[in-house]
């Protein structure tokens, strides 16, 4: 399988963590070391044409960045984590994916720290119009707490911070939905450390209407350290060293499955659209059914290093980051291809809750859809929102955009303005161009 990964080079300088998917389909790295400036970077990658880099590396960029994620209101940003050392920037900023890429950093204590970042979605609201708010989250160790920061138009609120009760150090967190679309569940990875003094390893869990964590110990034992942590609408998904394991947490049942990787350091882990969950590691990448029950398989790196940070690309190609070697690495899976296997996912519409709009008029929430595989929604997936149409655009006077399913494998379009044509604006959602978009149609009539 290794055979179809080619690697990029990202420079001679600075090693890459983390990797996401941004708005026009470009990739955005977040790099784990500093240049010859003493500052850190953050580098743009164009997945059409690798070779093309941007370098945000101004002398304002933090010295450290991690997690990383598009802005889910579809604003020109993507927000990202920076582990800096004591009293340096903020670990939460918001960085401009426009020309000097500013950045805005948002107080935290002075020696805070984050690892990685993730995004929850709200419905809110009656049985009308679906609104929906967004919020980041992170997992702040040396204060022990799980930050929920509102994200807005306008930039972000102010951090509500969920404290963590138990001896640990927090790494990575993520949250799971009820069907309501409005009651969370917020799981946290904690590990043992030295300095400061941590003595308790393993998964935390706060349900609705709970004011304290829960410890839920890993099937390796109290040595075993988790590490990165994903939900879909079915399990937890965790990455563990001592052993090396990847671990499935079924949320009805709360039993353990667990897979183990030999001498293979894993790392992040992502959902793929086909529902498969693909995890970077030491030695390449794994991959395992959504239900883990084959082995799974393991793709090597063709030539060496590591892979630390995974993501899927507008595309459905597969991308990771390889720090050894400097790199950043694409996996064109079978999705992204043509003849793609039956067990394809697909999009499909959930709600739609305009069909005529008048000129000048907007609608807020036009088109709920959902990406599902397997039988099961899928988060985290990149899926394309356009609108073809004369008059009609988006709110950013756009006419396509790309969102994240939610943790329920959905997505809301985005606000629609109507111009001052008549006519039948199409709006659709799907995954690129690998699969027949879900669409709605808008009829724009006279004012």
Same mark, same amino acid.
């Given at each position: 399988?290794?055979?179809?990964?080619?690697?990029?080079? +990202?420079?001679?300088?600075?090693?890459?963590?983390? @990797?996401?998917?941004?708005?026009?389909?470009?990739?955005?790295?977040?790099?784990? $070391?500093?240049?010859?400036?003493?500052?850190?970077?953050?580098?743009?990658? $164009?997945? =059409?044409?690798?070779?093309?880099?941007?370098?945000?590396?101004?002398?304002?960029?933090?010295?450290?960045?991690?997690? *990383?994620?598009?802005?889910? +209101?579809?604003?020109?940003?993507?927000?990202?984590?920076?582990?800096? &050392?004591?009293?340096?920037?903020?670990?939460? @900023?918001?960085?401009?994916?426009?020309?000097?890429?500013?950045?805005?950093?948002?107080?935290?204590?002075?020696?805070?720290?984050?690892?990685?970042?993730?995004?929850?979605?709200?419905?809110?609201?009656?049985?009308?119009?679906?609104?929906?708010?967004?919020? %980041?989250?992170?997992?702040?160790?040396?204060?022990?707490?799980?930050?929920?920061?509102?994200?807005?138009?306008?930039?972000?609120?102010? !951090?509500?911070?969920?404290?963590?009760?138990?001896?640990?150090?927090?790494?990575?967190?993520?949250?799971?939905?009820?069907?309501?679309?409005?009651?969370?569940?917020?799981?946290?990875?904690?590990?043992?450390?030295? $300095? &400061?003094?941590?003595?308790?390893?393993?998964?935390?869990?706060?349900?609705?209407?709970?004011?304290?964590?829960?410890?839920?110990?890993?099937?390796?034992?109290?040595?075993?350290?988790?590490?990165? @942590?994903? @939900?879909?609408?079915?399990?937890?998904?965790?990455?563990?060293?001592? &052993?090396?394991? !990847?671990?499935?947490?079924? +949320?009805?049942?709360?039993?353990?499955?667990?897979?183990? +990787?030999?001498?293979?350091?894993?790392?992040? =882990?992502?959902?793929?659209?086909?529902?498969?969950?693909?995890?970077?590691?030491?030695?390449?990448?794994?991959?395992?059914?959504?239900?883990?029950?084959?082995?799974?398989?393991?793709?090597? =790196?063709?030539?060496?290093?590591?892979?630390?940070?995974?993501? !899927?690309?507008?595309?459905?190609?597969?991308?990771?980051? $390889?720090?050894?070697?400097?790199?950043?690495?694409?996996?064109?899976?079978?999705?992204?291809?043509?003849?793609?296997?039956?067990? %394809?996912?697909?999009?499909?519409? !959930?709600?739609?809750?305009?069909?005529?709009?008048?000129?000048?008029?907007?609608?807020?929430?036009?088109?709920?859809?959902?990406?599902?595989?397997?039988?099961?929604?899928?988060?985290?997936?990149? %899926?394309?929102?356009?609108?073809?149409?004369?008059?009609?655009?988006?709110?950013?006077?756009?006419?396509?955009?790309?969102?994240?399913?939610?943790?329920?494998?959905?997505?809301? /379009?985005?606000?629609?303005?109507?111009?001052?044509?008549?006519?039948?604006? /199409?709006?659709?959602?799907? %995954?690129?161009?690998?699969?027949?978009?879900?669409?709605?149609? /808008?009829? *724009?009539?006279?004012?």
């Amino acid at each position: 399988m290794a055979d179809g990964i080619t690697e990029y080079s +990202l420079g001679t300088t600075f090693a890459p963590h983390s @990797v996401c998917v941004g708005n026009a389909g470009k990739l955005w790295v977040t790099t784990s $070391n500093t240049g010859t400036t003493g500052s850190g970077c953050v580098v743009r990658v $164009n997945p =059409l044409r690798p070779s093309e880099l941007s370098y945000a590396n101004h002398s304002h960029m933090p010295r450290l960045s991690a997690g *990383i994620m598009k802005d889910p +209101l579809g604003g020109s940003k993507v927000w990202f984590a920076a582990p800096a &050392p004591p009293q340096q920037q903020d670990p939460i @900023v918001a960085m401009l994916t426009t020309a000097g890429y500013p950045i805005t950093f948002y107080p935290l204590e002075d020696d805070a720290k984050a690892e990685s970042i993730a995004l929850e979605t709200t419905k809110v609201g009656g049985s009308g119009t679906p609104t929906y708010e967004y919020s %980041l989250l992170f997992a702040e160790p040396v204060y022990k707490y799980v930050g929920v920061l509102p994200i807005t138009q306008s930039g972000a609120g102010q !951090v509500e911070k969920m404290h963590v009760e138990h001896n640990t150090w927090l790494w990575d967190v993520a949250v799971s939905t009820d069907t309501d679309g409005k009651t969370h569940t917020y799981w946290v990875t904690g590990q043992t450390n030295s $300095n &400061p003094s941590r003595t308790q390893n393993g998964l935390y869990k706060r349900a609705p209407r709970q004011s304290t964590w829960e410890h839920i110990p890993l099937p390796g034992g109290s040595a075993q350290k988790p590490y990165y @942590v994903k @939900v879909d609408t079915e399990a937890v998904w965790v990455t563990a060293t001592n &052993p090396n394991q !990847v671990l499935r947490l079924n +949320l009805n049942t709360l039993r353990w499955k667990e897979r183990n +990787l030999g001498t293979a350091v894993p790392q992040q =882990l992502t959902f793929t659209p086909n529902g498969e969950v693909w995890v970077a590691s030491s030695e390449g990448i794994h991959v395992f059914d959504g239900q883990m029950e084959e082995e799974g398989t393991t793709i090597r =790196l063709p030539s060496g290093g590591k892979a630390k940070g995974i993501c !899927v690309g507008s595309d459905g190609n597969i991308w990771f980051t $390889n720090p050894d070697r400097k790199t950043i690495g694409r996996y064109p899976t079978a999705i992204a291809q043509m003849g793609a296997p039956s067990r %394809l996912g697909r999009t499909q519409v !959930v709600s739609h809750t305009e069909t005529v709009l008048h000129a000048k008029e907007h609608a807020d929430a036009p088109l709920v859809a959902e990406y599902v595989a397997d039988g099961r929604p899928i988060p985290g997936i990149p %899926l394309t929102c356009r609108i073809e149409a004369e008059g009609a655009t988006f709110d950013d006077n756009t006419r396509e955009r790309v969102i994240l399913t939610d943790q329920r494998g959905r997505v809301c /379009l985005p606000p629609v303005y109507a111009g001052d044509v008549e006519e039948e604006a /199409l709006l659709s959602v799907g %995954l690129g161009n690998t699969e027949p978009h879900a669409a709605t149609t /808008l009829h *724009i009539r006279p004012a």
